[in-house]
Structure formats: C-alpha cells, structure tokens
T-cell receptor, first 114, second 106 residues
Framework: GAVVSQHPSRVICKSGTSVKIECRSLDFQATTMFWYRQFPKQSLMLMATSNEGSKATYEQGVEKDKFLINHASLTLSTLTVTSAHPEDSSFYIC??????????FGPGTRLTVT | AQRVTQPEKLLSVFKGAPVELKCNYSYSGSPELFWYVQYSRQRLQLLLRHISRESIKGFTADLNKGETSFHLKKPFAQEEDSAMYYCALSSRKLQFGAGTQVVVTP
C-alpha cells in the first residue's frame, strides 16, 4: 500500500529559530501534497496545498512567509516553520495524493517551541 | 460555503451494541464524502468513501442527499473500533469535521 513518511516525528526548538519538516511518499509519486495542523482534541485544519514544481496555495489566515512549503520532487515536500514561536507548537500532518486521487496521510510531527 | 458537521464529540457504546456516528454536510455541488479513522497512536487512514458503497470492518455509510447526511453505522461494535472518526468532504480539497471519539467498552 501507499506509505507516507514524515521526519522528524517530534522536534523541540527554541523560540525564534526555524525548523524543517519533511514529507515523503515512499512508494508512489505524489503530484499534490497537503499540509495540515491539528490542535489537541481538534480536527485537522488544512494549511496549504503544494503541487510539484509550483508555488503552494495557502488557506486563508495561514502566513506563507512563516510556513514555507517546497515541493521540489514528486516524492518530497517540506514545511519550514520560520522564526517559530510557542503558539506554533502543534501537530503537523502531511498527506500525499496519488494518481488514484486518494490521500495518504503521514504519521505527523509534533513541534514544541520553547 | 462547504461545511462538515459531526455533532457528537464522544460516543460511548458497549461491545456488541450498534453504533452510529452522525455527519451532516453543506455543499452546493455534488459532494464526495469520506470517513477516516485514527486509532490510538496511528496515522489517519481512509475507512470508506461514499462512491464505492463498500463495507469496511463492518461499517457502512449511505449518502442521503435529501438530508445532506453521511452517517456511519455498524450493527455490532467491537472493542477494536475504539478510535477517532472523521467525516470529510472533498471538493478541490478535503475538509474534515470536528471528529467523534468512539469508546467501546466490554
């Protein structure tokens, strides 16, 4: 089956620093990847949609300069949280859409900003 | 605007009892609806989609366009069904409901 990995699974960083999260489709090519944010006991909120080789489309209210998304290949998308602050602490989940249009989800990355 | 509503945050049922998770949606076009499940410490995974009309792990869901609902049902709940369930609607992107935590007690 289609597998999506995320790295790291959890990261702690200091306020003001940047952190990069990788999302990989391991056994399929994903022209589209999605980044979600999930707060404790809440649903997934779509942050942005990234298409390979083009700029990401951000949802309303998501700062594109703060959450940099790069989708350089058909198997890799990265989310960089720049100048992180404690309020950016959250669970970040990516998903990748294959040619069958089904979305496969990564295991998530727990970000804690101190 | 499209919206997915799951009115129940928590459903607690006994093993062997029927379980129904409610999902209502609002969408102007023809909706494509899904149920996703997230077991403890595992990633989100697709449970079923309305277009396939299949039964997965004993769960079924019927799209009712008149009532704009896509409720998830299982006649006999099992302990391994304890999980978080999300209803989702897809247009150009997936929009998730708030989720329903199901707890099946023996």
């Amino acid at each position: 089956g289609a597998v999506v990995s995320q790295h790291p699974s959890r990261v702690i960083c200091k306020s003001g620093t940047s952190v990069k999260i990788e999302c990989r489709s391991l056994d399929f090519q994903a022209t589209t990847m999605f980044w979600y944010r999930q707060f404790p006991k809440q649903s997934l909120m779509l942050m942005a949609t990234s298409n390979e080789g083009s700029k990401a489309t951000y949802e309303q209210g998501v700062e594109k300069d703060k959450f940099l998304i790069n989708h350089a290949s058909l198997t890799l998308s990265t989310l960089t949280v720049t100048s992180a602050h404690p309020e950016d602490s959250s669970f970040y989940i990516c998903s990748a859409r294959g040619t069958n249009y089904e979305q496969y989800f990564g295991p998530g990355t727990r970000l804690t900003v101190t | 605007a499209q919206r997915v509503t799951q009115p129940e945050k928590l459903l607690s049922v006994f093993k062997g009892a029927p379980v129904e998770l409610k999902c209502n949606y609002s969408y102007s076009g023809s909706p494509e609806l899904f149920w996703y499940v997230q077991y403890s410490r595992q990633r989100l995974q697709l449970l079923l989609r309305h277009i396939s009309r299949e039964s997965i792990k004993g769960f079924t869901a019927d799209l009712n366009k008149g009532e704009t609902s896509f409720h998830l049902k299982k006649p006999f709940a099992q302990e391994e069904d304890s999980a978080m369930y999300y209803c989702a609607l897809s247009s150009r992107k997936l929009q998730f409901g708030a989720g329903t935590q199901v707890v099946v007690t023996p």
